[in-house]
């Protein structure tokens, strides 16, 4: 199991709307915002690549700015 922590930017006003898309996702979880865009969320997959995988699909969402793998830990 692989588990990374990620930050995601996104305009002040975009948090929710991205915030939802990323609930939407498979094996991320938004854990909490700050006023200015940035959201903090967890990916959690059984497969390194597929953790890279989500992270372009969060790149790609309409109002992200960045998505930064900040944690990334594996576990048996």
Do not use: K, W
Not at 3 to 19: A, H, K, N, Q, Y
Not at 32 to 51: C, F, K, P, S, W
């Amino acid at each position: 199991m692989n588990i990374s922590g990620v930050l995601v930017r996104t305009l002040p006003d975009g948090i929710l709307p991205v915030s939802a898309c990323l609930n939407d996702m498979p094996g991320v979880e938004v854990h909490g915002n700050n006023n200015d865009g940035r959201i903090v969320v967890t990916v959690e997959q059984e497969q390194a690549n597929e953790v890279a995988d989500v992270l372009t699909q969060m790149i790609e969402l309409p109002g992200v700015l960045a998505a930064s793998m900040i944690y990334h830990q594996f576990e048996d």
